[in-house]
């Protein structure tokens, strides 16, 4: 009886306890989101209404011409492209390298395993300038060799390979650890069976993987989506940039019409926006597949 | 029994055809070798081109200077300095205070009070988005014409700078660095708090237990694997923190980072290998809470 009435007394105070801390994290919630709704908000205004009645004026206008604009001036379809042909590849490939570490060294025991585990986790977490130079003048060399300058520099292909080589480390990490959770059981039925060494990958592991190629699809695609860097160091030309670093660039050209840069924004933003919110759950498995195994 | 076994890894090892062992051979050689070659090879390169002179053009420029690379930035670049303190302000900062907020906000959103799962996706949506896309955002906040510039009642003819004012833009960094941190910090913590048997927080609270002691004696104990992860990624974070300054300040020294100096070596008017040795102390820096960080992840396989 005792136990209920403090049980209830305690619960009651607590309740008390979570709405004043709801609203404070409400309010403080509100103040993180605020940024992205001004940004929403001034797209949808013309500049000139800003030019002639302030910021804070009453909107005389709203529509969506900025985002109209944004397409056609900023050639915003092009970049969209080029981050498409950068994007994909990048993933599918960083996917399939690093699955195919991460199956070899947790169904195999090899002495070097943990050494190969190693090596590719710790090429994750190296301070990514350390490279630039060499990769750049490697990506140089290695055109002229094959007599044909932009074979990798001022090529998506180029692109690609650095973004392989340096997401793959993440990769084989989170798969390797999500295969060790796989029992050895159905590879060793594989292998009695007599599948050879790529069918027990291809046909058996693989399609165990679904769940964490998902999640890392996911996460790495919106990854790369965001790189604006390697692109402003290996591409020369600016047609060939992905969305990304073209809007870093427009930001220059456009300062004077920040309604249309906001329209910009919003429309660069989308793709990972609606990403999260759609495969939310992916989002998070991934990143918590690499970080809370421990 | 035991012969068993052994026929059983003699087997195993037989069953491994010439096909196969190609097969295994092309499945470690491929990933690794590109690997090696876009990762390592290019971060072995910057580490011996620290100690020499090259402008990055033709390789038989360049030339021997053992450490005067490392003597010209330790003695005769006072922006490296401003620069390590920098560095120091970002680690302090997020130690002290966006990684506490994020696992703060974790631990509330966890006990799933209203609103949680807005809260959530608030906190979370900084993340998704790219730096160069922030950068703008915050412009909008900050430039003439900007929100905050119309709060203080300054129109875009009579605006003030406020990346450029030097009393208050390590406040405004800091305060946008924490936008995407927070959120970041708050999922790892939240995906770990999820794995904490609440029934045991439960009986500690109606022991009377107050809510920090609960926290302190029960939480933290069990998270131990995600704190030392959370601890990493904010030493790692501060040490390479770039995209964002980059952004407002190109690579001006208005506000240097050590990365900011290594591409300002790196690009711009000429390269230098002044850049290298920037880098390579950068990862001198980053070893530490790299070991620590295999160490806690990979503790079993160690074993």
């Not at chain 1, 607590?14 to 403080?28: A, H, M, T, V, Y």
């Not at chain 1, 395993?113 to 190693?118: G, P, V």
């Not at chain 1, 990506?139 to 997401?167: P, T």
């Not at chain 2, 020499?52 to 005769?76: E, H, L, P, R, S």
């Amino acid at each position: 009886m005792t136990t209920i009435v403090r049980d209830k007394k305690y619960r009651d105070k607590q309740k008390r306890k979570d709405n004043l801390i709801s609203i404070f994290i409400g309010f403080f919630a509100l103040v993180w989101i605020f940024p992205i709704l001004w940004t929403v908000w001034t797209s949808l205004r013309p500049y000139n209404d800003i030019i002639s009645y302030g910021v804070f004026s009453w909107p005389k206008n709203l529509n969506f011409d900025n985002y109209f604009n944004a397409f056609r001036q900023m050639g915003l379809t092009r970049y969209f492209l080029n981050t498409l042909y950068v994007t994909v590849p990048a993933v599918l490939l960083t996917l399939f390298l690093g699955s195919l570490i991460a199956f070899v060294v947790s169904r195999y025991s090899f002495k070097f395993n943990l050494s190969l585990l190693l090596l590719f986790t710790a090429g994750n977490m190296l301070p990514i300038v350390l490279t630039y130079i060499p990769v750049f003048w490697l990506y140089i060399k290695i055109g002229d060799l094959f007599g044909n300058r932009s074979l990798l520099y001022n090529n998506y292909l180029g692109i690609i390979l650095v973004h392989v080589a340096f997401q793959v480390g993440f990769a084989t990490f989170v798969l390797s650890s999500y295969m060790k959770t796989v029992p050895k059981e159905i590879s060793e039925s594989a292998i009695v069976d007599g599948a050879s060494v790529f069918r027990h990958y291809w046909n058996v592991m693989l399609p165990l993987l679904r769940p964490p190629l998902a999640a890392l699809g996911v996460l790495m695609s919106c990854w790369i989506y965001n790189d604006f860097f390697w692109a402003l160091i290996l591409m020369s030309q600016d047609s060939k940039r992905p969305v990304t670093s073209a809007l870093r660039q427009l930001q220059g050209e456009y300062v004077t019409d920040f309604n249309l840069l906001a329209a910009g924004a919003v429309i660069v933003a989308a793709p990972t926006v609606i990403l999260f919110f759609v495969l939310r759950k992916q989002f998070v498995s991934g990143l918590t597949l690499g970080s809370t195994k421990g | 029994m035991k012969t068993a076994a052994a026929n059983k890894k003699i087997r195993s090892r037989r069953t491994l055809s010439k096909n196969d062992r190609f097969t295994l051979a092309a499945f470690i050689g491929i990933p690794t070798l590109m690997q090696i070659i876009f990762l390592w090879l290019p971060a072995l390169i910057t580490i011996v081109l620290s100690f020499t002179y090259w402008n990055g053009i033709n390789v038989g420029d360049i030339k021997w200077a053992g450490i005067a690379n490392y003597k010209n930035i330790f003695f005769g670049t006072p922006v490296f300095y401003e620069a390590l303190k920098n560095n120091a302000i970002w680690l302090l900062w997020f130690t002290f205070i966006a990684t506490p907020l994020g696992i703060l906000l974790a631990y509330q959103i966890d006990r799933k009070i209203k609103g949680h799962k807005l809260y959530e996706t608030v906190f979370y949506i900084p993340v998704v988005l790219s730096l160069a896309i922030i950068g703008i955002i915050w412009n909008f906040m900050f430039q003439p014409g900007g929100f905050i510039q119309g709060i203080m009642g300054r129109d875009i003819g009579n605006a003030i700078s406020i990346w450029g004012n030097y009393d208050i833009n390590t406040y405004v960094i800091m305060g946008v660095a924490s936008w995407r941190h927070i959120g970041y910090i708050m999922l790892l913590y939240l995906a770990g708090l999820k794995s904490v048997d609440s029934s045991l927080r439960e009986a500690s609270a109606i022991d009377g237990a107050t809510e920090w002691q609960t926290f302190r004696k029960i939480v933290l104990p069990a998270m131990r694997p995600v704190n030392i992860i959370i601890v990493v990624i904010t030493i790692i974070e501060s040490l390479r923190a770039f995209d964002l300054v980059y952004i407002i300040y190109g690579t001006s020294t208005a506000w240097p980072l050590l990365n900011i100096l290594v591409f300002q070596n790196f690009a711009g008017q000429g390269i230098s290998m002044k850049g290298a040795a920037y880098a390579v102390i950068l990862l001198v820096l980053c070893v530490g809470p790299i070991l620590l960080y295999l160490r806690a992840v990979f503790k079993e396989d160690l074993k």
